[in-house]
């Protein structure tokens, strides 16, 4: 403490931003350091914060957008100007996309500079080219205004449908000084910034007049449903009126998959059935065929006479692709315990033909599953190496499991169970490549679980150099990368006979492994199902850093997965004449 009374406390740009967060309660930034915000890095270090440095900012957005899923809170990204922030953008926009609430920091380059285009270093109008990405972005140029700045960012982010925030603080802020009294009075600590959105009563009991006269209802989980935390009572809701569920990617675990009342394994008999569906925190984007067509059931009266419940906080999402008979505004905690006070011992039960019809399919369908994971081929396919996965989850369900890839992506994602809420992190709405390692060091970092990371060998490229940082953080992730020699499969060749591969095709028998080797991690090669056990177990019980290699049939893939239907074919090639 000074004993010099003359001299006035002074703060500064770097301690307000430090002090507003922390008044916040966000103890963690991921990012990646340079001109200007090093150090706030180091500051934000030095004050008790847990700071994660990346290799590449995309992944360091991609972390903080999975840490605000799973906490709740604006996750954080700092990165530096221009190309830093761009490097950015893609996890801001992808975090807004997904509806997680994150903070995209950045440091940009001098307003009176960049605004006459004069040639700064690394110029950019970042404010204007983030607005069309993300819910909101604001500006800070005055270190008093940083407070308010901070508040409105965390406000933005969790209130109403989440979604990523950029903030803008040019260089010039963070050396301005002010007395450090009047900066403590400028902080803002954010008062219920996700406030409770109580739906209407005549919604609701729109709501369950409609599912009260169901013959066929149909309940879809959405990583809204995840996302809320309310998952006493979404289960409550499911378990007291007894209707079958689907749960979408990232609802897999909300109830447990093994579950009675799942209808995962019969998902297309009841989608096409089913007379009313409720959507929980799941839209009718493309992920449900937008509400219509043949997935939704042969074109006909019982597609035309099919009525939508909708539970979601935002407003416009509601006849966003179909007409929604009974729209239930509000958050998805609110809403479901809202329906829950309308729904007693004598709620009707869904008829037991539907119950039996959902049931003869399920078992039929997973009885066929058991007998293709019970397969031991050579090599491995990707059902064999995810029946190890599948075991290993179940054995260990408090472990996070991220996944990406194209088949890697959609067979896991219906082999592998999922038992508890928030376990599953994956491409999301968009599919997008590239979350992988960001996403693990995330789940790694805010929860403390096991991580386990199933990657397609093109997917993990795109973020493998951050197996680095998950060394470096002694993180207990186990990437386990499915080798298959390429994009869908390994065998592709050229068309035109010319010496380059195929573009979808990679180095032949890439050893992965040795990319954690290098960073002191455990590297591993796993060519069947009984290698594979022992190196995740082995991952497991060390929390070492491990990769391994699994090793997978190059022709067992099929191109673009699950998703063939959205892949453009050449018309041209198509049409060509047969040869008489
Ligand atoms: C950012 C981004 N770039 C490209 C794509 C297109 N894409 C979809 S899946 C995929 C990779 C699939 O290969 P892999 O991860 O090896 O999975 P596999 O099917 O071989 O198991 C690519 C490149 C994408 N979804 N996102
Ligand atoms: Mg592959």
Redesign the pocket.
């Known amino acids: 403490m000074s004993t010099d009374t003359d001299t006035p406390e002074l703060t500064d740009g770097f301690h307000l931003v430090v002090d507003a967060l922390k008044l916040n309660g966000i103890d963690t930034l991921f990012g990646l350091p340079g001109i200007p915000i090093t150090d706030l890095a180091r500051l934000a270090q030095a004050q008790g914060m847990r700071v994660i440095s990346f290799r590449h900012e995309q992944h360091a957005g991609n972390a903080a957008a999975a840490a605000g899923f799973l906490t709740r809170k604006p996750g954080i990204c700092l990165t530096v100007s221009a190309p830093g922030f761009l490097n950015g953008l893609?996890a801001l926009a992808n975090a807004t996309t997904n509806c997680f609430p994150m903070i995209l920091i950045s440091g940009s380059s001098e307003r009176e500079i960049v605004d006459l285009q004069q040639g700064d270093y690394e110029e950019m109008d970042q404010l204007a080219i983030a607005k069309p990405l993300c819910k909101a972005a604001y500006r800070v140029l005055h270190a008093q205004d940083i407070g308010i700045g901070i508040a409105r960012a965390i406000r933005a982010a969790l209130s109403g449908r989440p979604g990523g925030v950029y903030l803008d603080l040019p260089a010039k802020l963070f050396a301005q000084s002010m007395d450090a009294e009047a900066g403590r009075r400028s902080l803002v600590q954010v008062v219920d910034p996700a406030p409770r959105q109580i739906p209407a009563p005549d919604a609701v009991a729109r709501a369950l007049a409609l599912l009260r006269a169901a013959k066929r209802p149909l309940i879809l989980l959405g990583k809204g449903a995840a996302y809320a935390q309310a998952d006493a009572e979404v289960r409550a809701l499911v378990e007291r009126t007894g209707i079958p569920y689907l749960p979408m990617s990232m609802a897999k675990g909300l109830l447990p998959d093994n579950h009675a009342l799942s209808a995962s394994a019969a998902r297309s008999y009841v989608l096409a059935e089913a007379d009313v569906v409720m959507l929980i925190g799941a839209r009718l984007n493309w992920l449900l065929s937008h509400g219509k067509g043949k997935t939704w059931g042969a074109p006909g009266p019982q597609q035309l006479s099919r009525q939508f419940i909708q539970l979601d906080i935002a407003p416009t999402e509601i006849d966003s692709n179909v007409a929604v008979a009974a729209p239930v505004i509000g958050d998805i905690g609110s809403c479901v315990s809202a329906l829950l006070a309308g729904i007693d011992a004598s709620f009707p039960k869904p008829a037991a033909e539907w119950l039996g019809a959902i049931n003869e399919r399920k078992d039929k369908n997973l009885s066929k599953m058991a007998a293709t994971l019970a397969a031991n081929p050579s090599p491995m396919n990707?059902h064999s190496a995810l029946n190890v996965v599948r075991q290993i989850v179940q054995a260990h369900p408090d472990a996070i499991l991220v996944n990406?890839?194209?088949?890697?992506?959609?067979?896991t994602r219906s082999i592998v169970d999922m038992y508890q809420p928030r376990k599953r992190l994956d491409?999301g709405t968009?599919?997008?490549?590239?979350i992988g390692m960001g996403f693990a060091v995330a789940a790694a970092v805010t929860t403390g679980q096991r991580v386990i990371a199933i990657?397609?060998?093109?997917?993990?490229?795109?973020s493998g150099m951050e197996v680095e940082t998950i060394c470096r953080y002694q993180l207990p992730v186990c990437v386990v990368v499915?080798n298959?020699n390429?994009?869908?499969?390994?065998t592709d060749v050229n068309p035109s006979g010319g010496s380059d591969v195929a573009p979808?095709a990679?180095v032949k028998n890439a050893r992965y492994e040795l990319m954690m080797q290098a960073f002191g991690g455990v590297g591993v090669v796993a060519s069947t199902p009984v290698e594979l056990t022992r190196a995740m177990n082995e991952a497991i019980a060390s929390g070492r850093p491990t990769l391994i290699n699994a090793i997978?049939d190059e022709t067992a893939?099929?191109e673009?997965?699950r998703i063939a239907s959205l892949n453009p074919q050449s018309a041209a090639k198509k049409k060509q004449p047969t040869t008489p």
């Open positions: 893609t990707f990406e890839g194209a088949n890697t992506l959609d067979f491409v968009w599919g997008i490549m590239g990657e397609g060998d093109s997917a993990f490229g795109f499915f298959n390429g994009v869908y499969r390994g979808t990679f997978i893939g099929t673009s997965g």
